[in-house]
């Protein structure tokens, strides 16, 4: 359900009148119980048969876990799904008249970011029990007296709207106090960025909404998480009590498929080709707010957009590959990543890159055939070889050995921690020191490297590409300069080998 301006609103409803009189024709008395019954327990029988002009879309997996989620016996939720998603329609509209049916619920909350925000989603619940043939027919009318848009009751059940700011405290419905609250989008996109108000909105949750609930009663927030340290990201990502004691569910519209690509979260309104379109259109970061929930809260990042530059690398200037394994570099879906860099004087050009979650198999034949593409140039190939890495050091060489390729292979151990290392390149990126080849730029590899600077440090968001990124500047830079104290481990007799069958590197 789309946030609508008042005049947006009006001009709504005319529209949606005219939709649910054509699609809830009455089918008759015959079978009226029957139905009843199986909608009372069956939220998407109840859906598809008496809400039939808002299912006009094959429901997808994750609205069947939010209705899950919301019939659980938790009773504190927070909610992130992408903008256009249907979570509005889902929570705030469908489930509440579900509710309102069935008596499940006597006293029903929606707070919203101002009251004709709250005014219009309350609005759009008491047109089902005015106009909607279906329920009109097995239900009767069920509306108590005329009510208003914000305020009424229906079999039995009060609907109350709220904005953020107006009080909730003390009200009842007879001697029920509320025993479903949900808050929907209960910023605006600029309050997001004042601390005060964001405070204040944490203040109105905590201290008024939820003791304000019936006890067993049940709060649910739904939204995009408009910014890390807004309301939202508090609700969603915030491990301090009493955030991260709510129960918690995060979408995203793109996800890896598992095998290389993506998957969009409803495929059947937005197509992984729609969704990677978007994302051209409107930037990197404008699509992981609206579409991933994943905002990157630019003023408080190491790494921007406007720092990725695009360059070209010198024929025949020396190279460095680094190679970060994983955490612990024996598990086949830890995450893994392998940079290329190269220097012209004092500029770093990043030419290429193996990243993702995989088998060390598929790893060692990017890795390999990313040697081979530059191997005239490559002065090295370091691996992090911390702890249970030098395992994977020990496996790649002699995966290299079998297919005939002699690996200039150097084992790192770094003594820093990773958030350090990773911070030593923002000066660099400060002074334009370091550019990304543009076909890099372009593929899913290098987006992916440049989604995980952007992103630094983000709990939610892995950083071995940086990691590596950082090794090989600092490898190719001692190397060029002549100073090294990496553990050189034996490399194999050169020799020729046959073509190899391996496809060209890069995410898998």
């Not at 079978?31 to 094959?58: N, V």
């Not at 690996?407 to 820093?416: C, E, Q, R, S, Y």
Request: hydrophobic fraction near 40%; proline fraction near 4%; include cysteine.
């Amino acid at each position: 359900m789309k946030k609508l301006t008042r005049q947006q609103y009006l001009k709504t409803i005319p529209l949606l009148l005219d939709l649910m009189d054509s699609e809830t024709t009455p089918v008759g008395i015959a079978g009226k119980e029957k139905r009843k019954k199986q909608a009372k327990h069956d939220f998407w029988f109840f859906f598809s048969h008496y809400l039939p002009h808002y299912a006009d879309q094959k429901s997808p997996e994750f609205h069947r876990e939010m209705i899950e989620l919301l019939e659980s016996e938790k009773t504190r939720i927070a909610i992130a799904a992408p903008r256009g998603f249907a979570k509005s329609v889902l929570v705030s509209f469908a489930y509440v008249v579900w509710c309102i049916l069935f008596e499940k619920r006597y006293f029903v909350v929606l707070v919203s970011a101002t009251d004709a925000l709250a005014r219009d989603l309350s609005d759009f619940i008491r047109l089902e029990f005015t106009d909607n043939h279906r329920i009109l027919e097995d239900f009767g009318s069920l509306l108590l007296g005329q009510g208003s848009e914000d305020d009424f009751t229906a079999n039995k059940t009060r609907v109350l709207a709220r904005g953020r700011k107006q009080a909730v405290r003390g009200f009842r419905n007879r001697q029920h106090r509320p025993d479903l609250i949900i808050l929907d989008d209960i910023e605006k996109d600029e309050e997001s960025m004042s601390p005060k108000t964001i405070q204040k909105t944490l203040d109105v949750i905590n201290r008024g909404l939820v003791p304000s609930l019936k006890s067993g009663g049940k709060i649910v927030f739904i939204g995009t998480i408009l910014r890390k340290r807004s309301v939202s990201g508090t609700l969603l990502l915030s491990e301090e009590e009493p955030w991260n004691m709510w129960e918690r569910k995060i979408y995203r519209a793109l996800e890896p498929d598992g095998n290389g690509g993506e998957k969009s979260l409803w495929e059947e309104r937005f197509s992984v080709e729609f969704l990677q379109e978007q994302q051209r259109k409107i930037g990197l970061s404008a699509f992981h707010a609206e579409y991933q929930n994943m905002p990157s809260d630019e003023e408080n990042s190491l790494f921007t957009e406007s720092m990725i530059r695009e360059g070209q690398r010198e024929v025949g200037a020396p190279m460095a590959l680094f190679i970060d394994p994983s955490v612990d570099g024996i598990k086949a879906n830890d995450y893994k990543a392998g940079v290329l860099v190269s220097k012209n004087q004092d500029e770093f050009i990043v030419v290429d890159a193996v990243m993702g979650q995989g088998s060390d198999h598929k790893f060692f034949e990017n890795i390999i055939n990313l040697y081979q593409k530059y191997q005239d140039s490559i002065l090295i190939v370091a691996v992090e070889s911390n702890g249970f890495q030098a395992y994977f050091l020990k496996e790649l060489q002699a995966f290299a050995e079998k297919e005939g390729v002699a690996l200039p292979l150097h084992a790192i151990k770094n003594t820093l921690k990773k958030e350090h290392r990773i911070t030593k390149l923002v000066p660099l990126f400060e002074t334009n020191k370091i550019v990304f080849d543009g076909e890099l730029i372009r593929s899913k590899t290098g987006k992916l490297l440049i989604e995980q600077l952007l992103y630094f440090p983000d709990s939610v968001v892995h950083d071995d590409g940086p990691d590596a990124l950082e090794g090989a500047i600092r490898v190719l830079e001692a190397r060029t300069n002549t100073k090294s104290s990496f553990i050189l481990l034996p490399r194999p007799e050169k020799r020729t080998f046959p073509h190899t069958m391996f496809q060209t590197p890069g995410f898998f």
